[in-house]
């Protein structure tokens, strides 16, 4: 699916004024620092859904 699939209907317009709106809330020296953290966030909860998915798999195979 990937980020395109995520954003869906938004236009490159869209996108760029959400960006001018972070920037003039954060300020340029924090937003690569709250990019860094959502990405780790979400790598995390991908890992875990990974990992909760094959556990049910494993527990489905003790029951067999």
């Known amino acids: ?4 699939g995520l954003i869906g209907g ?10 001018v709106i972070l920037l ?6 924090r937003l690569p620092e709250i990019a860094k953290s959502i990405g ?9 859904m990974q990992d ?4 049910n798999d494993k527990k ?3 029951k067999d």
């Open 1 to 4: 699916m990937g980020l395109i």
């Open 10 to 19: 938004i236009g490159l317009s869209e996108l760029l004024i959400i960006l």
């Open 24 to 29: 003039l809330l954060f300020g340029a020296k």
């Open 40 to 48: 780790e966030g979400l790598k995390e909860l991908k890992k875990s």
């Open 52 to 55: 909760s998915s094959t556990g």
């Open 60 to 62: 489905q195979d003790k």
